[in-house]
């Protein structure tokens, strides 16, 4: 079955540097790749997704980078706020064509940005 | 727009007793998935249930069963709780039709099992 491995586990970061945060998968059949952000006791949130036929993909400050071929992909937030503050978690599905889908979650990385 | 709703949000279980977590989609999804999701960890994937249907399982025991009904609520029941069930059970949902729709997901419900 599919394995997600996700680094760092934490990160601390000054307000307005970059933050990148890495995910590989096992499964080369798995085609679409979300990411969703955790705050403390809230629910996990969506932040930004990326399908297998798209190598980037970019939406204001947030952007995910995909390579199939390593099987790895990222999250890079840029200009970090406070309010980025958060646990991000990196996750793989295999959409088959049923169109049931099924989530795999890394271990999540906790960041801290620091005013 | 309601999202997703859980209840309830917090429960407190001794061991070997059982629960019914419940679960309203979000309006317009006929999907539901239930994931755990232990204190420090990612979610893990329960189960999925469409069209009143388990669709598809996680590596979890049978003692963890669910159900949906027509009007795509959905419900996550555990029996014969043990220590380790304690967790953040989250419901998900999405729309079938769609290839890869985004899971929204609900604020939980916090088991604690003693």
């Not at chain 1, 204001?60 to 706020?81: D, M, Y």
């Not at chain 2, 469409?50 to 609520?73: A, I, K, T, V």
Request: hydrophobic content about 30%; overall charge neutral; aromatic content about 10%.
């Amino acid at each position: 079955g599919e394995n997600v491995e996700q680094h760092p586990s934490t990160l601390s970061v000054q307000e307005g540097d970059s933050a990148v945060i890495k995910c590989t998968y096992s499964d080369s059949a798995s085609n679409y790749f979300p990411w969703y952000k955790q705050e403390l006791g809230k629910r996990p949130q969506l932040i930004i997704d990326i399908r297998s036929n798209v190598g980037e993909k970019k939406d204001q400050r947030i952007a995910v980078t995909l390579n199939k071929t390593a099987k790895h992909f990222s999250l890079h937030i840029t200009e970090t706020q406070p309010e980025d503050s958060a646990v991000y978690f990196c996750a793989a599905s295999l959409s088959m064509n049923t169109g049931f889908q099924k989530l795999v979650f890394g271990t999540g990385t906790r960041l801290l940005v620091s005013p | 727009d309601a999202g997703v709703t859980q209840s309830p949000t917090h429960l407190i279980k001794t061991r070997g007793q059982q629960v019914t977590l419940r679960c309203s989609p979000k309006s317009g999804h006929d999907t539901v998935s239930w994931y755990q999701q232990a204190l420090g960890q990612g979610p893990q994937f329960i189960f999925q249930y469409y069209e009143e249907e388990e669709r598809q399982r996680g590596n979890f025991p049978d003692r963890f069963s669910g159900h949906q009904y027509p009007n795509y609520s959905s419900e996550l029941n555990v029996n014969a709780l043990l220590l380790g069930d304690s967790a953040l059970y989250l419901c998900a949902s999405s729309l079938r039709q769609v290839i890869n729709s985004p899971l929204h997901f609900g604020n939980g419900t916090r088991l604690t099992v003693t």
